[in-house]
């Protein structure tokens, strides 16, 4: 019988974890387990960072973006001494089992631990949508939005001023932010790590644009591209256009998690404890069909996950 869990945040940050820890949290209660949140992800399980959690604890915390729980890297917890501390830890403390709410990153460690006799449940929480088992990531939405909105503002002093404004988006292994704000926005072209690009074409678009009477250009590019500002300024010397680049950065990582994080942070939470009060462990929460299911994690984390390319065609084919 399952009498406590604990939960963590682990890798970056993403709107919607707080949802997931709430959901997690109340659940297990409503189970009759214990909960005890680990802060500071797999650094404070080794160093014992842990605290009981109650209903109260969680209140008032779904609409807040980050993670209450905090979360950092830990370099010890990649070695077998640092797992095997994690796990003398866990025994301490009674934990029949862990929620994992991160990245790839996290869930080989979660893979780790569960190897050690820890069952752990991984909730994938990224802004990127870069996990391959899974459709949808927690954060993914919220991000987009606070990028669409930063670049409509953006627009309009870029169309004051007849520029080109080359928006630099956070997707450091992947495109998904930076083509779907595109299409989004009506920028020119998204500059994806899936599709690369030919600054050429780029330019000939523009122009093209700004001779049928469009006094101003927005170009998307994922962090992942990087070369920003060199593309403005590529763009300036080959047009004559005043080009800028601006880096969104962080940002996008923060602010109140939008309902579809929160719905889909809950309803995975929600199924991570029905998975740890089964006995069942060593496994990965996704959505597949637009519906919850789980994976193995050693599985997740061999799958790749194609681009689909059709927002990007339809960009390419509605941008002029």
């Given at each position: 019988m399952v009498k406590s869990i604990g939960v963590l945040?682990?890798?970056?940050?993403?709107?919607g974890m707080n949802a997931a820890v709430r959901s997690v949290t109340r659940?297990?209660?409503?189970?009759?387990?214990?909960?005890?949140?680990?802060?500071?992800?797999?650094n404070g399980l080794?160093?014992?960072?842990?605290?009981?959690?109650?209903?109260?604890?969680?209140?008032?915390?779904?609409?807040?973006?980050?993670?209450?729980?905090?979360?950092?890297?830990?370099?010890?917890?990649?070695?077998?001494?640092?797992?095997?501390?994690?796990?003398?830890?866990?025994?301490?403390?009674?934990?029949?089992?862990?929620?994992?709410?991160?990245?790839?990153?996290?869930?080989?460690?979660?893979?780790?631990?569960?190897?050690?006799?820890?069952p752990c449940i991984g909730l994938p929480g990224t802004i990127d949508n870069d996990i391959a088992c899974t459709e949808y990531t927690i954060g993914y939405d919220t991000a987009m939005n606070t990028a669409m909105e930063m670049v409509d503002k953006l627009k309009d002093t870029t169309q004051s001023h007849d520029r080109c404004s080359v928006v630099e988006v956070m997707g450091r292994r992947a495109g998904y932010i930076a083509v779907n704000v595109a299409a989004a926005v009506g920028a020119e072209c998204a500059i994806t790590v899936e599709e690369g690009y030919d600054l050429d074409e780029i330019i000939k678009k523009i122009l093209a644009n700004r001779s049928s009477g469009k006094t101003h250009s927005v170009?998307?590019?994922?962090?992942?591209?990087?070369?920003?500002?060199?593309?403005?300024?590529d763009i300036e010397e080959k047009t004559g256009i005043e080009s800028r680049a601006t880096i969104l950065g962080h940002v996008q990582r923060g602010g109140s998690p939008t309902l579809r994080d929160?719905?889909?942070?809950?309803?995975?939470?929600?199924?991570?404890?029905?998975?740890?009060?089964?006995?069942?462990g060593n496994r990965v929460i996704g959505l597949k069909d637009n519906k919850v299911y789980d994976v193995d994690i050693q599985e997740a984390l061999t799958m790749t996950k194609p681009f689909d390319s059709k927002i990007y065609k339809i960009l390419n084919d509605t941008a002029y």
């Open positions: 945040t682990s890798g970056g940050d993403a709107p659940a297990a209660l409503n189970k009759g387990m214990k909960v005890f949140g680990i802060r500071r992800g797999y080794i160093n014992g960072d842990i605290i009981e959690m109650n209903a109260r604890t969680v209140s008032g915390i779904i609409q807040r973006g980050g993670t209450v729980l905090y979360t950092a890297r830990c370099p010890e917890f990649k070695t077998e001494e640092g797992v095997l501390k994690a796990k003398s830890m866990c025994e301490k403390m009674g934990l029949d089992g862990i929620v994992v709410i991160g990245g790839d990153g996290s869930f080989r460690g979660a893979a780790d631990l569960s190897a050690h006799g820890i170009i998307i590019v994922s962090e992942g591209i990087g070369n920003s500002e060199q593309i403005a300024r929160r719905i889909v942070a809950t309803e995975m939470g929600y199924y991570a404890v029905e998975l740890l009060e089964k006995g069942i």
